[in-house]
């Protein structure tokens, strides 16, 4: 089993930065993809960023893209999403995913991940 914590959730206000992590402990695998996903009340749960198995190719969600970055320490088998000029629209909570399937690339449905974090709630004010 694997397990995801997710940290760096907050309040802040319209325009500020958030930095989420993710960590993952227990039985880790030495590739795998990663994804952060968003949930906000009474919305289906939506895919906001994702980096492949190699960490060569990242995808964004088209609300994000431009403000933010996904990254990670394999090493250390954390994840992170650097989240800037947040928007009231971007409050939801924030959950990391973790998947050590045969895909090469970035994979963008929930279906596609095997372990998930409890989120951390990211909420924006104007």
């Known amino acids: 089993q694997v397990q995801l914590v997710e940290s760096g959730g907050g309040l802040v206000q319209a325009g500020d930065s958030l930095r989420l992590s993710c960590a993952a402990s227990g039985d880790t695998f030495s590739t795998y993809y990663m994804g952060w996903f968003r949930q906000a009340p009474g919305k289906e749960r939506e895919f906001v960023a994702g980096i492949n198995k190699n960490g060569e190719s990242t995808v964004y969600a088209d609300s994000v893209k431009g403000r933010s970055t996904i990254s990670r320490e394999k090493a250390k088998n954390t994840g992170f999403l650097q989240m800037n000029s947040l928007k009231v629209e971007d409050t939801a909570v924030y959950y990391c995913?973790?998947?050590?399937?045969?895909?090469?690339?970035?994979?963008?449905?929930?279906?596609?991940?095997?372990?998930w974090g409890q989120g951390t709630q990211v909420t924006v004010s104007s």
């Open positions: 995913a973790y998947g050590t399937r045969d895909f090469l690339g970035v994979r963008l449905t929930t279906y596609d991940y095997d372990y």
